[in-house]
């Protein structure tokens, strides 16, 4: 059972690590060539969180850097209850860390 655990906590770890470029940023990845389908997330409770799930994906991949990311919030009225859901969207990219300092 430790073994499947550790795993897990070494992706969320080099999840926390990994390069991301927005989308205003497109000076700086423009050379970087862009996959056909990018990562979606919908639902997510706060920004962090949908920065994470994409980050979580891209890693699971192997990938280590995210480009174009666009975050969106959208405020929702549940019962009297006023919240924020996230959806993010972004593309996987393997970048060398030396050339994007982050």
């Known amino acids: 059972m430790a ?7 070494r992706m969320v770890e080099k ?5 991301v470029f927005y989308a205003d940023e497109g000076k700086k990845t423009r050379l970087v060539k862009r996959p056909k389908t990018a990562y979606e997330v919908r ?3 706060d920004r962090a969180e949908t920065l ?5 994906f891209a890693i699971k991949d192997g990938h280590n850097a995210l480009i174009d990311v666009e ?7 549940v019962a009297g209850y006023k919240t ?3 959806q993010g969207r972004a593309f996987p990219a393997t970048l060398d ?3 994007y300092d982050r």
Do not use: H, Q
Not at 3 to 9: A, F, K, R, W
Not at 15 to 19: N, T
Not at 71 to 77: A, D, R
């Open 71 to 77: 975050l969106t919030g959208e405020k929702v009225i």
């Open 3 to 9: 073994g499947p655990l550790e795993d897990y906590n």
């Open 84 to 86: 924020t859901k996230w």
């Open 43 to 45: 639902d997510c409770s």
């Open 15 to 19: 999840a926390r690590g990994v390069m």
């Open 97 to 99: 860390p030396k050339k």
């Open 52 to 56: 994470m799930r994409l980050a979580f």
